[in-house]
């Protein structure tokens, strides 16, 4: 903001100006614009406001308004210098020009008020008003502005009504109004006289001027003329000239700021500024009143400081105790000093000046914004602070508050405006405007480069140039370039002899239209001709302008040039020397004056003429005109008329005027506007017509007679030798002789190479005539030339030239170089003759004809493509270039890519492009075609999708079908889906030719055929479908499989110790275990160790081995001499419980009498076979052997995958079978016994046991003694027991029968067994119907029991065949077997109970660890198992436990663990005070003190109404107690806190069962045989396989008796009856039985007993095959095979 | 290889490489173990192991690229043998030499007892298999701790990649990769 002063210095300066100036044109001005007065009157003060500027920053806005009023000033002057030549006058001062610019203005206005003087006059008529009823009255007006005007009025005319008052009551200079107070200021104070006329008219004003305004406001409605007695009364109102004069002032003003000059918003807004002026003066009182009390206490001051001087030197010395002021005083003292501007608010009245009242422009109706917030206290301690200090109330507006702005940030830059034109704007603040910037890497690279053919090149030609001003140019260089310009114009004028032309067409229509005429010859001038005549007349008028203005073109580049050689040649006089080789021939060329003359003078004749005719048919119109509007008028005046009378005699009968005017005004209404009254028009001047035209072709054209002057300009004049020049001239040429120029080529932007330098001639034309090639590989974007001039050795840029970039056809050689025009901005100036540039230069002695020239120059060049050598243009396709272009724009368009683009524009692209008239079939623009054409067609639709990744299809190298078709991908697609075909292939290959479709094969077939199941291989088609069931039931858990796979918990990556539970009876105690570390260590007692665990993964094959330590064996079956006879009878039908007790004691008995002292009984040996590995221990002796041998079996996983799914997932099982070692003599000869020793080794099956690798890899060990599993009648063999030498050992083991081995099977290294996925598919967590509290209940409990018996099993809940979680309880439910079972033996329980048994373990065992690849264990219910006739240990043991619960007995189902099965489910039945186990798939039953029950922990008991935990010490059978009832020993489920709900059994109430077909059975049989045969023969291959069918029959008929008695041993007398049948051949045979699920497994049991193997010379063999169907398609098979050797 | 660890001493690392299932290495030692290194006297007192190792590798596919995990093991104050961390990079894939600092970690123990106890009996929580770190399957259920750094040099050679397709660099290529981490010399 400026200061005050400044503003007040500017202001008078300012009135000064004004005044001058006024006093020159006031008569003048009074004279023409009498009437303007009125209108003017009351912006007296507010015109000097509105230079004050509109808002609270007078300053900066007047300042501004007059530097624009200067700019536009300076600017129409300067372009009146260029018009006209020579300016009249030199604009010295600005005030001057400002004062013509009035001049100026005031004439035009003074126009505008005649053309207005009808409406003036009826202002004037108003003059004498009657304020209240005028504002009574206009209240009835609607218009919002007006109402809002009227409001304003009434405010103001009360406020003006009450300085009324005040003025009469008291002195003028303290009673003025806040508005009034501007009198004080000083530039009022000037015109003393002005002001006090003003204040003595004072209140007049007010009046007159409430009059005014009304008068302006109603200047519509109102009509009539002005009463004589008004006009008296405005005339002779007394106007002092001041007012006036602003009047004038503001009138200018406003016409300079704006033309559009509407009275009503001009009223408004000085309404509004007049207010805002008011406060501003009554800051500037407040101001000077400051003023003067800061000069007072100065002077005071100053008078005091004069005593202080004469003081003696000792006076400066002084010895004082220090001060101490007391506390009190202080604060007393400092009370003075200090000032502690209170929080309180103040009183409005002290921030107003005395007896004002506070103003409220808000509630006035004027708009007041809203100021900045700011908190209360703050401000009256700011307040009260600005009261304190001299002049604080200058900062209170009327309201009493701070001035402020409604917002404090300006709307406007406070920067000062930057319009010096004079000096040199600062470079720091020169706006620099730079392009925007292209990404560099936004390389379009043309196509095809790189390969050979396409290289393009672009020739760029740069041949010189020529400057049309140089800095360097004396000014008669600068003459003769302008001559030199002149002469070229006018060449070209001549060349296209525009007049000459325009001339012949005018007389070729002039005599058109004479023939028609003539033709015609007023005879019926048809309509279409007479139109046709018009519009050839209105054709020669259009000519005949335009040869008018192109022959005075040519006769004043004429002149011109004549003037301009005049000049130069006055300048080379003046210089006394030549420095431009121009001059100028004038040719006359004489013309024959007479004829000249006469031509001339026809050519005005004609021209007058038919200015004539047309200016006839003018008047004619205007004519017709005037008489249509003057009737029109006439109509209105008779109304008028008549209204007038009506109105005369109203006015007779009211008295009150005021009525009468309103009537008046009423009438006026209704009649509406008065028509202008016409002017007839003036009759043409048909002498003035011929006398327009003569002057008009003096100017324009030579005169008659006069010789054609033709200019020449040639070069040839000799220039003045260096030496003759004057000393300015000499250092000129120097300086040019310095210069050198060169040129810059730059290619996008980007320096390609520069031209050499070549020196400045004194002709300023530089030649270079150099050509580049430019290979290109971008596309060329631009190609500029940027041209430098050095002196020396430094350069500088002048200017640069952008040349458009060739289209593909322009070659090199045909193109013309083209010149391009530049110019330099830059400011030049010597000391010498040299002009300079952008400096105003006189070419004239007198220092007129200023010209500012700026360096400019021509440059000829030219940029074509390459033609290469074989005549090839090496240019890009054109369309690809612009395809190239368009495409990639669009692709960088994103935007584009969504379909939205080029919506915003389309209108006015569209626009353009018809505006342009494209041409439709350039390709260049057949997008912008394309784009209109849709545009056209209909709105563009924008898409109302949005598209997140648009761009993605652009990184799309393959279409998703080639994808789908590349064999690579789908490999590898396959792979990362963990096909199981694919899951861990190796190195896909790179390409992909060299993957076959044969890897796919099995794959699609699996997919293909995964419905259709080969019912060659299963035989059954019921075991089709039941496999294909299963296979899906198993797909599903698999992919439930995955997921939880994918599914970690912490414990998965991270090894972490378990924090020891201190109190725990598993961890022990934390203290404890610190204590045992410093037990001595007792090298006696070893304890074992624990192996280091390995973690699967880095593993590679050969690094797993299976441990297999053979310890010995027990009841081993002994060769039986062929010639023994046959013993005892056969067993009878023994009860179970004698089994058990002394069962084989008879036996025993019998057979050791039959032992052959000192002969070796039996030489068995084990042979253990895993993955195709086959070993076996040395042969030992004996029925109870004992090896102690390790057998190591090398480990490898399928596919080398080690990890721990995969692991689980192997399905391989250990084989480990006993032999007996057979040597038999062979040695024919007798005598050669004694020296040689020839025996042939035969080995004999005598039992085996099988243990599947995922029982070894689940339990890292297998430790115990197992059962084999041995043929129920093993031919040559028998069960010996040795008597004796065992001793008590043998009671224990007495108890049970059967062959039994004592194993430890182990891997090395130990691995980590893969978690039980139970663990994680609790995380999974399937779908359930049990309630959420049962689930709880069940996590607690087994979570309870984890933490205490982690060894022990604990299952309450498991996952039924569909996935669900179900408690466990709800699959026992009593279900009857099949009746026929029970009606086997009616009257024997126990036999129908081993029936039963047998029954279950006949369903196929399928353990669903392998199938579902060790992930959990699927219970299927009762029917669903007999359905499918596959299932693991649980569902035949939930079969047995209901049926044997619906024979009555009491059965639990027992979970726990066993050997070699792991966790595993039996049957506990309580008979008679005696618990029983049974295991359900082998149907074997133990007693609960068998030692070699192969069950080794009981986790929990479970019946169809409870669960219960065993917490009992210890979880052998033989040592605990099975009573359910004890708490103490076993923890129940349901208990008083949680009883039973109530589950219902998930068991159907009743199976059904079919009949099997005894056909179907046999036709299996017969198959069964053939099959066994042809492997049999196909086994043995270098031998003939010989069938005894003798043997075979036998066997045959032998076979349904072993299934009659349950397998039991029954082969005494069936060995016998062989003996008898046989006694010539050796026979070893055995029978197998098996469950009977496929083909396959019976297969591999008939090849793992080698009978095949047999390879003496004359062995046969025999087979016997035998189904025995029970109900529901439960099968029992036996196959008996034996081999035969001839002993004879 | 240069190794970082503040408060460490006589250190010594495991090194192994984790790769895809088109990944198989054709010479050199997959898995590996250096000798113990002690502190520097010099004022950086990093442990500098300088141990090279060598192998190369062919593939088919650059899926499954072979990535290095190293882990570091030393004693702690009980003189129990605990790991100082894990760390695992990728093997540049361009030919020439490279310098990669890996930043090591270790798995954080559940909960403060275990912690203490960790501590106390020198059994400080590992990952079941180092290789887990240059995976990140199941890596959300860990938490760890950073702990030093590790600096690793390769010098990388690659044959015929150009040939399946593979432009890893401007020059000429080689089919199989070869990794060299060589020793860099001590620094004081």
Redesign the interface.
């Known amino acids: 903001m400026s200061t005050p002063s400044d503003l007040r210095d500017k202001l008078r300066k300012k009135r000064r100006a004004l005044q001058e100036s006024l006093g020159k044109v006031k008569d003048d001005t009074q004279a023409l614009v009498p009437s303007d007065s009125d209108v003017t009157k009351e912006n007296e003060r507010t015109a000097v406001e509105k230079l004050t500027g509109r808002g609270d920053d007078p300053g900066e806005t007047l300042r501004r308004s007059l530097k624009a009023q200067r700019m536009k000033k300076k600017k129409k002057l300067l372009e009146e210098m260029s018009m006209e030549g020579p300016p009249e006058e030199e604009m010295v001062n600005e005030e001057i020009t400002a004062v013509q610019e009035l001049q100026h203005d005031q004439e035009e206005h003074s126009v505008e008020t005649l053309a207005e003087e009808g409406r003036s006059v009826r202002l004037q008529r108003d003059l004498p008003p009657l304020p209240v009823a005028r504002a009574d009255s206009s209240l009835s007006e609607s218009s919002m502005r007006q109402r809002m005007r009227e409001k304003l009025r009434v405010a103001r005319s009360k406020a003006a009504s009450l300085l009324q008052q005040e003025a009469s009551l008291e002195q003028p200079s303290h009673l003025r109004g806040p508005r009034d107070r501007e009198t004080l200021t000083r530039f009022d104070r000037e015109t003393d006289l002005d002001v006090h006329e003003e204040e003595s008219s004072f209140a007049a004003r007010v009046k007159f001027r409430d009059a005014a305004r009304k008068a302006t406001r109603d200047k519509r409605t109102e009509t009539g003329l002005p009463t004589e007695e008004e006009a008296y009364k405005f005339f002779t109102f007394n106007f002092d000239p001041e007012p006036q004069e602003s009047r004038r002032k503001d009138r200018a003003k406003k016409k300079t700021r704006s033309t559009d000059d509407e009275e009503n918003e001009g009223e408004e807004d000085e309404e509004e500024e007049e207010e805002e002026t008011g406060r501003a003066r009554a800051r500037e009182g407040e101001d000077e009143s400051r003023e003067r009390d800061e000069d007072a206490p100065l002077v005071r001051d100053e008078e005091e400081d004069l005593f202080i001087i004469d003081q003696s030197a000792k006076d400066f010395l002084e010895l004082k105790k220090a001060d101490y002021i007391g506390y009190n005083r202080r604060v007393l003292r400092e009370r003075e000093i200090f000032f502690t501007p209170s929080t309180r608010p103040v009183p409005a009245s002290c921030k107003l000046p005395e007896n004002v009242q506070p103003r409220y422009l808000e509630d006035e109706g004027l708009y007041v914004g809203e100021r900045p917030p700011v908190a209360l206290s703050n401000q009256n301690i700011l307040e009260n602070r600005i009261l304190k200090e001299d002049g604080g109330k200058k900062w209170f507006g009327d309201d009493g508050r701070i001035l402020a702005l409604p917002d404090p940030i300006k709307e406007s830059s406070s920067r000062p405006p930057l319009y010096h034109l004079e000096e040199e704007l600062d470079p720091a603040l020169q706006t620099v405007y730079r392009k925007p910037l292209k990404s560099k890497y936004v390389n379009r690279y043309i196509a095809g480069v790189g390969d050979t053919q396409g290289d393009y090149q672009l020739d760029v030609d740069v041949s010189g140039l020529i400057f049309s001003h140089h800095p360097l140019f004396s000014k008669e260089h600068v003459l003769g370039a302008r001559l030199a310009q002149l002469y070229d114009q006018y060449l070209s004028r001549q060349h296209k002899n525009l007049t000459c032309l325009l001339t012949d067409k005018l007389n070729g229509l002039r005599n058109t239209i004479r023939n028609m005429l003539e033709l015609h010859s007023g005879e019926g001038i048809s309509h279409v001709t007479q139109q046709r005549i018009a519009e050839y007349k209105q054709e020669v008028r259009h000519t005949r302008q335009l040869r008018d203005t192109e022959q005075e073109k040519d006769r004043t580049l004429l002149k011109s040039i004549i003037k301009v050689w005049k000049e130069l040649k006055s300048l080379r006089e003046d210089k006394g020397c030549t420095n431009t080789p121009y001059k100028l021939y004038i040719r006359r060329e004489e013309i024959q004056r007479a004829l000249d003359e006469q031509e001339q003078e026809a050519e005005i004749l004609a021209e007058v003429a038919e200015l004539q005719a047309e200016s006839e048919e003018d008047y004619e119109r205007k004519l017709n005109e005037y008489k249509r509007k003057h009737e029109e008028w006439k109509s209105w005046k008779k109304k008028q008329k008549t209204l007038k009378k009506k109105q005369k005699q109203r006015r007779q009968q009211s008295q009150d005027v005021d009525e009468e005017e309103e009537e008046d005004e009423h009438s006026e209404e209704e009649l509406g506007e008065e028509p202008v009254k016409p002017e007839a028009p003036e009759k043409p001047d048909i002498a003035g017509l011929e006398q327009q035209v003569r002057e008009k072709a003096a100017k324009i054209r030579r005169k008659p007679g006069e010789p054609v002057l033709v200019p020449e300009l040639t070069a040839s004049n000799p220039i003045t030798p260096n030496e003759a020049c004057p000393r300015g001239e000499i250092s000129r040429r120097e300086d040019v002789s310095k210069r050198s120029l060169f040129v810059k080529v730059l290619y996008n932007d980007k320096e390609v190479s520069r031209t050499d330098s070549r020196s400045l001639n004194m002709d300023f034309r530089v030649h270079f005539g150099q050509i580049f090639n430019l290979k290109i590989v971008n596309w060329p974007e631009s190609i500029k030339l940027q041209i430098y001039e050095g002196v020396s050795s430094s350069s500088s840029l002048i200017a640069e030239v952008c040349v458009p970039v060739p289209e593909s056809s322009v070659l090199t050689g045909s193109t013309p170089s083209e010149e391009l025009e530049f110019s330099s901005n830059q400011r030049v100036t010597f000391n010498h003759e040299g002009v300079g540039s952008d400096v105003p230069v006189s070419f004239t002695n007198d220092g007129s004809n200023i010209q500012t020239l700026l360096t400019s120059g021509k440059l000829s060049c030219c940029v074509s493509w390459a033609v290469g050598e074989d005549d090839i243009p090496l240019a890009p396709p054109s369309t690809q270039h612009g395809a190239g272009m368009h495409s990639g724009l669009r692709q960088m368009d994103a935007i584009a890519c969504i379909g939205a683009s080029g919506l915003n524009d389309m209108k006015r692209l569209g626009k353009w492009a018809a505006e342009s008239r494209l041409d439709p079939n350039d390709p260049n623009n057949a997008s912008i075609m394309q784009l209109l054409s849709v545009a056209s067609g209909g709105e563009v639709v924008a898409p109302d999708y949005f598209r997140l990744e648009q761009l993605q299809e652009e990184f799309n190298f393959l279409s998703d079908e080639e994808l789908e078709r590349s064999r690579r991908f789908r490999l ?1 697609r396959l ?1 990362s889906q963990e096909e199981p075909e694919f899951r ?8 992909e030719r060299e993957i076959s479709e044969k890897v796919f094969e099995e794959y699609d077939r699996r997919l293909k055929e995964g419905e259709v199941i080969d019912t060659k291989e299963h035989i059954d088609a019921h075991r089709a479908l039941v496999a294909k069931y299963l296979q899906k039931v198993r797909e599903s858990v698999i992919n439930r499989f995955l997921i939880s796979k ?1 599914h ?3 414990s ?6 378990e ?2 539970s201190i109190g725990g009876p598993g961890q022990g105690v ?1 203290g404890l275990n610190l204590f045992k570390l410093a037990e001595p260590k007792r090298p006696l007692k070893p304890r074992r160790k624990e192996r280091k665990k390995v ?1 699967a ?2 593993l590679s094959d050969g690094d797993i081995k299976l441990l297999v330590n053979i310890i010995r064996g027990y009841d081993i079956p002994i060769r039986k001499p062929h010639t023994s006879k046959p013993a005892a009878g056969s067993k009878g039908a023994r009860s179970y419980t004698e089994t058990f007790t002394a069962a084989s004691t008879s036996q025993t008995a019998l057979q050791a009498s039959e032992w052959p002292l000192g002969q070796p009984v039996i030489r068995p040996f084990v042979e253990v076979s895993f993955q195709r590995t086959l070993l076996q221990t040395s042969t030992a002796e004996g029925p109870n052997p004992c090896w102690n041998e390790e057998l190591v079996l090398p480990f490898s996983a399928p596919n080398g995958d080690y990890s721990t799914s995969s692991l689980q997932a192997v399905r391989d099982e250990v084989f480990i079978s006993i032999f007996d070692e057979v040597l038999h003599d062979v040695v024919e000869d007798e005598r050669e016994r004694g020296s040689s020793v020839h025996t042939r080794i035969e080995r004999h099956w005598l039992g085996s046991i099988k243990i599947p690798f995922s029982t070894i890899y689940m339990q890292s060990r297998i430790d115990g003694t197992f059962k084999l599993g041995t043929p129920s009648v093993l031919l040559g063999y028998s069960k010996e027991r040795s008597l004796g030498s065992e001793g008590g050992y043998d009671a224990i083991r007495s108890l049970s029968e059967g062959t039994f081995l004592t194993l430890f099977i182990t891997i090395e290294p130990q691995l ?1 067994p893969g978690d039980s996925i139970r663990e994680k598919m609790k995380d999974v967590k399937f779908d359930t119907q049990e309630v959420e509290r049962l689930l709880l209940a069940c996590e607690i409990f087994e979570k309870d029991a984890g933490q205490r018996y982690p060894d022990r099993p604990c299952v309450t809940t498991v996952v039924d065949i569909n996935g669900k979680t179900v408690f466990i309880t709800r699959f026992i439910r009593p279900l009857p077997p099949p009746q026929e079972l029970l009606d086997a033996f009616p009257n024997n329980s126990q036999e129908a109970t081993e029936l039963v048994v047998r029954y279950v373990s006949l369903i196929p065992f399928l353990p669903d660890s392998v199938s579902f690849a060790g992930i959990c264990d699927l219970w299927s219910t009762c029917d669903q198992f007999l359905t499918l006739l596959a299932g693991d240990e649980e569902e035949h043991a939930v079969l047995l436990c209901n049926y044997f619960l619906s024979m009555g007995k009491k059965a639990w189902l027992i979970i726990g663990t066993a050997i070699p099965e792991g966790p595993t489910a039996y049957v506990l039945t309580q008979e008679q005070n005696r618990y029983l186990i049974w295991n359900p798939s082998t149907g074997q039953y133990y007693g609960q003190h068998d030692t070699f029950c192969p069950l080794q922990t009981v986790g929990c008991l479970v019946n169809a109404d409870n669960v219960w935990f065993n917490i009992q010490l210890y979880a052998t059978p033989i040592r605990m107690s099975f009573d359910v009832t004890k708490p103490k020993f076993w923890k129940p489920f349901f208990s008083r806190s949680f009883p039973d709900p109530g589950l219902s059994s998930v068991q159907p109430e009743d199976l059904v069962y079919r009949r099997t077909d005894k056909a179907y059975a046999a036709e299996l049989q017969d198959r069964i045989e053939k099959i066994l045969r042809e492997k049999i023969m196909e086994w043995r291959p270098r031998h003939p396989t010989r069938w005894n069918r003798y043997c075979t029959s036998t066997l045959r008929q032998f076979l349904p008796k072993l299934e009659m008695s349950g397998g039991r041993e029954v082969a005494e007398e069936h060995r016998l009856e062989l003996q008898s049948l046989l006694g010539d051949y050796r026979i070893s045979g055995f029978p197998l039985h098996l469950p009977f699920s496929e083909i396959r497994p019976i297969i591999e049991a008939v090849y793992s007993t080698g009978v095949h193997n047999v390879e003496a010379p004359n062995v046969e063999f025999a087979l016997a095959v035998y189904v025995h169907p029970y109900p529901s398609n439960v099968l029992s098979v036996w196959v008996y095979i034996a081999s035969l050797v001839r002993t004879r | 290889m240069r190794k970082e660890f503040p408060e460490y001493d006589d250190l010594y690392c495991k090194y ?1 490489f984790v790769y895809g ?4 290495p054709t010479s050199g030692l997959e ?1 590996g173990i250096s000798q113990i290194t002690s502190k520097g006297r010099g004022s950086t007192q990093s442990l500098v192991w300088n141990f090279p190792l060598d192998i190369t590798f062919k ?3 650059p ?1 499954g690229w072979p990535q290095i995990v190293v882990s570091v093991y030393g004693p702690d104050t009980f003189g129990n043998d605990v790991v100082r961390g894990y760390g695992a990079v990728h093997i540049p894939f361009t030919p020439g030499k490279h310098t990669r600092t890996i930043p090591m970690f270790v ?1 954080e ?3 403060r ?2 912690k203490f ?2 501590w106390l ?1 020198g ?1 400080r ?5 180092p ?2 770190v240059a995976q990140g ?6 938490r760890v701790r950073s702990q030093g750094f590790v600096t690793l040099q390769f010098s990388i050679i690659t044959k015929d990649m150009k040939k ?1 397709g593979y432009d890893t660099t401007s020059g000429e290529q080689a089919p199989a990769t070869r990794l060299a981490g060589t020793e860099q010399p001590y620094r004081s």
Not at chain 2, 125 to 129: L, S
């Open positions: 590898i792979r861990n292939f190796k190195t896909i290959p790179a390409t994918h970690y918990i912490l998965d990556l991270v090894v972490e110790e924090v020891p934390l973690t993964q880095n980590v | 192994c299932h088109d990944w198989a898995e593939s088919t596919n899926f798995p123990s559940t909960s007892l275990q106890t960790s009996m059994r929580p590992e990952y079941t298999d290789k887990v399957e199941g890596r959300e259920v860990t399946l």
